[in-house]
């Protein structure tokens, strides 16, 4: 979840966005925004492909084979 938070704080910063900015503009709450730049691991991936779609990416699940 580390690369995850380091790239989507780094891309927000580089948009000049504050964290209140970006949940907006993302339709999150702040509080997933401040979730994910912490690195917490219980987030839904929904929303974190909601954030990532800020920046053109998305995750996808992994099958366990």
Do not use: Y
Request: hydrophobic share 40%; net charge positive; glycine share 8%.
């Amino acid at each position: 979840m580390d690369l995850i938070a380091d790239f989507i704080k780094k891309r927000r910063k580089q948009a000049g966005l504050t964290q209140e900015e970006f949940a907006t503009k993302a339709g999150v709450a702040l509080t997933v925004i401040r979730k994910i730049e912490q690195g917490k691991e219980n987030l839904s991936l929904s929303k974190v492909n909601q954030v990532l779609k800020m920046f053109g990416h998305v995750l996808g699940p992994i099958s366990e084979k």
